[in-house]
């Protein structure tokens, strides 16, 4: 997979499917980071995913990944078992990144 930072999208890259999000919002405080993502149109998926990072009054961090939607492309509908997997595949790599922090 390959991503490249525009100002205020992002864009990944993975096989033949190029897959565009907006940064609807960053949000750094002394106390949480917060970063949501939402799909363009020419996204796979019609969805939001938000990353919460957060250190409480014990030094203990808390890292949070909410994501919801559905298929926007017919290839999605159709490959939705695969697309589940991918998913979850994404979502197991973002756990183990933050974990390795």
């Known amino acids: ?7 205020g999208w992002v864009e990944l890259k993975c096989g033949p499917t ?19 993502y939402g799909t363009r149109a020419r996204h796979l998926a019609s969805g939001e995913e938000a990353f919460i990072i957060s250190i409480d009054s014990h030094d203990t961090v808390t890292g949070r990944c909410v994501a919801f939607s559905q298929p926007n492309h017919w290839i999605t509908t159709l490959g939705a078992p695969a697309a589940r997997w991918a998913q979850r595949r994404i ?4 756990l183990a990144a933050m974990a390795r922090q």
């Open 1 to 7: 997979m390959k991503v490249t930072a525009h100002e």
């Open 91 to 94: 979502t197991q790599r973002y």
């Open 18 to 36: 190029t897959n565009e999000c907006d940064i609807l919002l960053i949000d750094a405080q002394p106390a949480h980071t917060i970063m949501v």
